[in-house]
Nanobody, 124 residues
Framework: VQLQASGGGLVQAGGSLRLSCAAS????????MGWYRQAPGKQRELVAT???????NYADSVKGRFTCSRDNARNTVYLQMNSLNAEDTAIYYC???????????????????WGQGTLVTVSS
């Protein structure tokens, strides 16, 4: 599956942005989708994930400010980011994790997919 992230940009501290991640195929069977980010000089870190059942998980640093959602009809995952601060400045990457049963014994194959990233810059 190919992932196309969009919605990044420059915003003032306290402002909001909504990121979108459009998938090249149906996401209804994708087990987990979400967002990671990588700030300059830092490792990539998890921001938020959402399962195919709609269960969300957030990094402590964004809880209460960010909301991850998915629209299976549009094959799109969103990240609504509110109350942005300078520490949120990073390249944001869309991610998908699939688990596929490959034989009758129940063996599974897992794969990870990444989008190209979208830059979010928060000015203080």
């Amino acid at each position: 599956v190919q992932l196309q992230a969009s919605g990044g940009g420059l915003v003032q501290a306290g402002g909001s942005l909504r990121l979108s991640c459009a998938a090249s195929r149906s996401i209804s069977s994708i087990n987990v989708m979400g967002w990671y980010r990588q700030a300059p000089g830092k490792q990539r870190e998890l921001v938020a994930t959402i399962t195919d059942d709609g269960i969300t998980n957030y990094a402590d640093s964004v809880k209460g400010r960010f909301t991850c959602s998915r629209d299976n009809a549009r094959n799109t995952v969103y990240l609504q980011m509110n109350s942005l601060n300078a520490e949120d400045t990073a390249i944001y990457y869309c991610h998908a994790h699939t688990v596929t049963v490959v034989n009758v014994e129940g063996a599974t194959s897992e794969r990870d997919y990444w989008g190209q990233g979208t830059l979010v810059t928060v000015s203080s």
